[in-house]
T-cell receptor, first 114, second 113 residues
Framework: DQQVKQNSPSLSVQEGRISILNCDYT??????FLWYKKYPAEGPTFLIS?????DKNEDGRFTVFLNKSAKHLSLHIVPSQPGDSAVYFC?????????????FGAGTILRVKS | DGGITQSPKYLFRKEGQNVTLSCEQN?????MYWYRQDPGQGLRLIYY???????QKGDIAEGYSVSREKKESFPLTVTSAQKNPTAFYLC????????????FGPGTRLTVT
């Protein structure tokens, strides 16, 4: 049972345009969400997170939006740069006693073309 | 420089042998984790530890064992009972204390033939 789903295996975007990566979840108990970026043969790097009490969090070129009623979150990258080409994972946590456990989606490969 | 180190980067073993993957952190984090990543899949949790001398099974613990004798170290042993051990293994740590962000090491690629 996949509780966190990234339905787009890949996304291709022109440099300078917006990249939108999507993530859906099924467990309504999730209350904290994170995005990670991963290059091949390296560990994931934490990008940005959002608590369920918010609907938006911004950090430089990266913005995460959360729609709790739709159980959907998205990561916007503006403007996209060639160095953003990587695999992006969303992850979710239930918090509380489960706070240490993250459930990851399968990832979306982003290619930014110059 | 604070961080998480995993060694070695690449590891080759024969089928039937146990192998131990190293993970060390100097971030003073309470919690540590082991994940495996297979092609086209997300990260799956093998084991995690919230405090020294304590650890819990994750979603795919069968065929693996861990220890947490020191705060800085969380080695993972892949035993011969693990049916598909070839994978990319990632170690992570987090502050704990209500903070959810996990920080990852560079990973170890294990190939068993």
């Amino acid at each position: 049972d996949q509780q966190v789903k990234q339905n787009s295996p890949s996304l291709s975007v022109q440099e300078g345009r917006i990249s939108i990566l999507n993530c859906d979840y099924t467990n309504s108990m999730f209350d904290y969400f994170l995005w990670y970026k991963k290059y091949p043969a390296e560990g994931p790097t934490f990008l940005i997170s959002i608590s369920s009490i918010k609907d938006k969090n911004e950090d430089g070129r990266f913005t995460v939006f959360l729609n709790k009623s739709a159980k959907h979150l998205s990561l916007h990258i503006v403007p996209s740069q060639p160095g953003d080409s990587a695999v992006y994972f969303c992850a979710a946590s239930r918090g509380g006693e489960y706070g240490n456990k993250l459930v990851f989606g399968a990832g979306t490969i982003l290619r930014v073309k110059s | 420089d604070g961080g998480i180190t995993q060694s070695p980067k690449y590891l080759f073993r024969k089928e039937g042998q146990n192998v131990t993957l190293s993970c060390e952190q100097n971030l003073n984090h309470d919690a540590m984790y082991w994940y495996r990543q297979d092609p086209g899949q997300g990260l799956r949790l093998i084991y995690y530890s919230q405090i020294v001398n304590d650890f819990q099974k994750g979603d795919i613990a069968e065929g693996y064992s861990v220890s947490r004798e020191k705060k800085e170290s969380f080695p993972l042993t892949v035993t011969s009972a693990q049916k598909n051990p070839t994978a990319f293994y990632l170690c992570a740590s987090s502050i704990g204390q209500g903070r959810y962000e996990q920080y990852f090491g560079p990973g170890t690629r294990l190939t068993v033939t």
